[in-house]
């Protein structure tokens, strides 16, 4: 139904340098960068991060997050990891959440202040 998300960032040099390794941890890749958009995806673009069109700051949406897909519980893992490594906040660690009994998830902030989750239902 999507053909892609796009999430503000205010700085495009700090974005490339969380979102390349942490995305990198769940089989994305940049695909795409122009002086306002970094795009990523596995074989398309389906995520991209933006500077605002208008000229003004980007900013978060309260109660507003992404959610990545992964493969398995250690892509979560690595995901989470990789993205306190690289200046995202923590915002739920890797675990089992009681929305599924197979929902394993991890939530993070990233440098922006964007929420993004990554989710499989993988088992161990």
């Excluded at 122009?34 to 000229?55: C, H, K, Q």
């Amino acid at each position: 139904m999507f053909h892609h998300v796009s999430l503000g960032s205010n700085d495009l040099e700090r974005s490339a340098a969380f979102y390349d390794p942490v995305l990198a941890a769940i089989g994305y890749r940049r695909i795409k960068r122009s002086d306002r958009v970094l795009a990523y995806g596995i074989n398309e673009v389906t995520f991209t991060l933006e500077r605002p069109i208008d000229g003004n700051s980007a900013t978060v949406g309260n109660g507003t997050h992404v959610a990545f897909l992964a493969g398995d519980r250690a892509m979560v893992d690595d995901f989470h990891r990789t993205a306190l490594t690289h200046g995202g906040r923590d915002e739920g660690a890797p675990g089992l959440r009681d929305y599924d009994p197979n929902y394993y998830a991890a939530f993070v902030r990233d440098p922006d202040g964007n929420k993004i989750e990554v989710v499989t239902f993988a088992g161990k």
